[in-house]
């Protein structure tokens, strides 16, 4: 047998074969714009469609992440994988629009923060569309296009939320997608990620932004003496309002008794200042549970 | 004239003239520790004198930091600038005991995080005494001497509050104490400072210990799944608590209305979620306010 493991070199198509060859992305922000620069660095040969204002689709064409743009979704009529990236509810708009705009079978995703929604919302499709809801980890201390990066997904957990027993083939075809950006797929409940994300990024981002609001409304231009601890306590209340109205909206009934539960430590701290025991309670759970979050984590 | 432009090199004597002869630091921790490196740098002329343990004393002498060390204080009698460097109310008892141990006049200060409790004590002192109250704003991830670095005040505040009119010769040594080891010196009222620091500091500690403890109860084992968000909120959950038992006891009170004001925030927060215009209004505040913080700081 002849040594066949050198490349072979295909100049006008290189890179893997796409798992999907028409990929259609609506929205164009961090998440979606990430998913763009990927799939294109990914699979050269497959075709990435957008749909976004037409400034964002300008800075997305320079910088080479997507083939085909409108600022109307008229141009996904081919797209055998449609990607919902605009926030929560807006994707939910797009998604009762999918049956006028795309023309045949299709996979159909979406990137938000909350997954009972839209899960919901999809059971609405006719069957010629598989939906499983798809919630992409990655994050960056800013958000739009500008921010977006082919790297944005590495080593993150993409979570799934397949909701019928006829997505498995789907579901497999989303994971190896996930895979190839260099994310780690995970399927669970939608119920359960809207659960878990409520304490694990809703509650710490509403807790960033009231704690930001609270400190500057008492010391005003005296902030600039703060140190670090406050620095990085606050990085998240960076964040626009905009897809967070949606998250709230959406996942009330989650983050409320995660909200609770904080109050309920604050309160206590504010009855035990003075006792010793209350302090020390506190510290050692969370200096354990911090040291399980940051388990073989870089710093 | 001759140009005289050119340094006098004199090869035993090398740096600044002391601005203190004889430093005592009682207690080698993050603080006291990094104060003994910068001060054997700046001035290699003086003496410091430590008082800590054994354990940590030996760590110290390996890194230069100290010439003289011993574990109860009695080695302190010549010093002519004493630093108290121990948690809080540990301070307010070697307080008690200076008029014992020190022989001669001297100025003194610390460097805990409350202000008007040492302030108070320290009226008491004899009049060959001259106390002003200080609190180097460094941070560093990790408490105890390991974490100690000579440049761990470089561009940070350092505040003292001077709180007799007689301590103004005191003051402007000890500010130029403060600038030689690169820190801002800065002067406030005790009570001033009790009630910025208790919002800059205290609440953001509190906090983040809240937040992580909240979290890990209900997240448990998927917390590895979080992002760099909550990493980043809940960094200061690994402080120890011994220092902060101290710091809640002796600002409570002003602790306690810091509290309060963020739960009134996160009470709205809870009651508010699925009303669009109070998380919008929250995160304009806590942008602006995030804006603000991070004025002329490097990310």
């Given amino acids: 047998m002849p040594d066949v493991r050198l490349p072979v070199v295909q100049p006008r198509d290189v890179g893997q074969p796409p798992i999907f060859e028409k990929i259609a992305i609506l929205g164009l922000g961090l998440i979606g714009g990430s998913i763009a620069l990927a799939a294109r660095q990914i699979w050269p040969s497959g075709l990435v469609i957008a749909v976004d204002s037409k400034d964002v689709l300008e800075q997305a064409m320079v910088k080479h992440a997507i083939d085909v743009a409108a600022d109307e979704p008229y141009v996904i009529g081919e797209a055998d994988l449609v990607i919902l990236a605009a926030p929560v509810r807006q994707n939910l708009e797009l998604l009762a629009q999918l049956d006028e705009y795309v023309e045949k079978d299709a996979v159909v995703t979406d990137v938000g923060s909350t997954k009972r929604a839209v899960v919901e919302a999809a059971r609405a499709l006719p069957s010629r569309f598989t939906f499983v809801g798809g919630h992409p980890m990655g994050g960056a201390a800013r958000g739009g296009f500008e921010a977006a990066r082919a790297d944005l997904f590495k080593g993150r957990p993409w979570i799934f939320t397949p909701h019928t027993d006829g997505s498995r083939e789907t579901l497999e075809k989303l994971f190896a997608f996930a895979s190839a950006t260099g994310a780690v797929p995970k399927a669970m409940g939608a119920a359960e990620h809207d659960r878990l994300l409520a304490f694990l990024s809703h509650l710490p981002q509403l807790t960033g932004s009231a704690l930001m609001a609270a ?24 964040s626009p ?47 354990r549970w911090r040291e399980k979050l940051m388990e073989g984590r870089e710093l």
Same sequence: chains 1, 2.
């Avoid at 005296?222 to 209340?237: F, M, N």
């Avoid at 409320?256 to 430590?265: G, K, M, N």
């Avoid at 504010?270 to 025991?277: F, H, K, P, S």
């Fill in 215 to 238: 400190i500057g409304a008492a010391a005003g231009e005296a902030l600039p003496l703060a140190g670090r601890g406050l620095v990085d306590t606050t990085r998240l209340a960076a």
């Fill in 241 to 287: 309002s905009r897809i967070w109205q949606d998250i709230a909206a959406t996942n009330g009934d989650q983050i409320r008794p995660a909200l609770e539960a904080l109050i309920a430590r604050l309160t206590e701290l504010r009855d035990g200042l003075e006792d010793g025991a209350v302090i020390e309670r506190l510290f050692d759970d969370a200096n």
